[in-house]
């Protein structure tokens, strides 16, 4: 018996986990790959930097590097101000913090979920113990 093929493998479009939230899709799967995760961490520490001080100690290329800031770009999570020649990118919060807004939200949910759990179960102290 074969799995059923991924929705991409066809080049179909990707059902969307996280309905009504695109841009919330966007921000976490930009911030899927280590890479991107770690540019976004020196962006924080550094402030508005270039691509080629971003790139500056890592295994990959300055043209990889770019890549990289473009798809954050895409995803909102940076933005590029052009200085000269250069261009200088600086954190966007806004995504981060609308992902983390998503986030809790599913917390709170369990949380509920659990709680309601906890009621019934005290409130039913002849059911068995879970195995």
Do not use: C
């Not at 018996?1 to 493998?9: C, Q, R, S």
């Not at 059902?15 to 976004?40: H, K, M, N, S």
């Not at 933005?79 to 250069?86: C, H, K, N, V």
């Amino acid at each position: 018996m074969t799995a059923p093929a991924h929705p991409l493998a066809a080049g179909g479009a990707a059902p969307d986990p996280i309905p009504g939230r695109p841009d919330v899709e966007a921000t976490f799967l930009a911030l899927a790959d280590p890479t991107r995760r770690l540019l976004i961490r020196r962006i924080v520490a550094g402030g508005p930097v270039t691509a080629t001080e971003l790139a500056r100690g890592l295994p990959i290329s300055r043209q990889a590097v770019a890549k990289h800031l473009a798809l954050l770009r895409d995803a909102g999570l940076v933005s590029a101000e052009p200085r000269g020649r250069e261009r200088r990118y600086r954190l966007t919060p806004r995504p981060l913090a609308d992902a983390a807004g998503w986030l809790h939200a599913i917390e709170a949910e369990w949380e509920s979920r659990l709680d309601a759990l906890e009621r019934h179960l005290a409130a039913n102290p002849e059911l068995p113990p879970a195995e």
